[in-house]
């Protein structure tokens, strides 16, 4: 059973960092890879926004509200993705998710609080 689990968010202060995981468990070995792995956030009142994806082959892309402030990245021999967040903004605030998706077949976590707030 495959599972996606996000870490990593908290409260930080405008202008700082914070660097979200999501790990995956239960993928085939040497599968991971194969997924696109995207971040979503979702804030109190508004829809679940795409906000980064790492294509399986290798691509990026951002929306624009992050782009030059946040990174996807991943590291598929430990099934990881991760997000780093710089220059936050309180509007960033929101429950984070990890998303994988091959074809068809979508994973999704749990979610991750992320509240920047002085």
């Known amino acids: 059973q495959v599972q996606l689990v996000e870490s990593g968010g908290g409260l930080v202060q405008p202008g700082g960092s914070l660097r979200l995981s999501c790990a995956g468990s239960?993928?085939?070995?040497?599968?991971?890879?194969?997924?696109?792995m995207s971040w979503f956030r979702q804030a109190p009142g508004k829809e679940r926004e795409l906000l980064a994806t790492?294509?399986?082959?290798?691509?990026?892309n951002y929306v624009d509200s992050v782009k030059g402030r946040f990174t996807i990245f991943r590291d598929n021999a430990k099934n990881t993705v991760y997000l780093q967040m710089n220059s936050l903004k309180p509007e960033d605030t929101a429950v984070y998710y990890c998303?994988?998706?091959?074809?068809?077949?979508?994973?999704w976590g749990q979610g991750t609080q992320v509240t920047v707030s002085s």
């Open positions: 998303r994988a998706q091959h074809l068809v077949v979508v994973y």
């Open positions: 239960g993928f085939m070995i040497g599968t991971f890879g194969r997924y696109d």
């Open positions: 790492f294509t399986s082959g290798g691509s990026t």
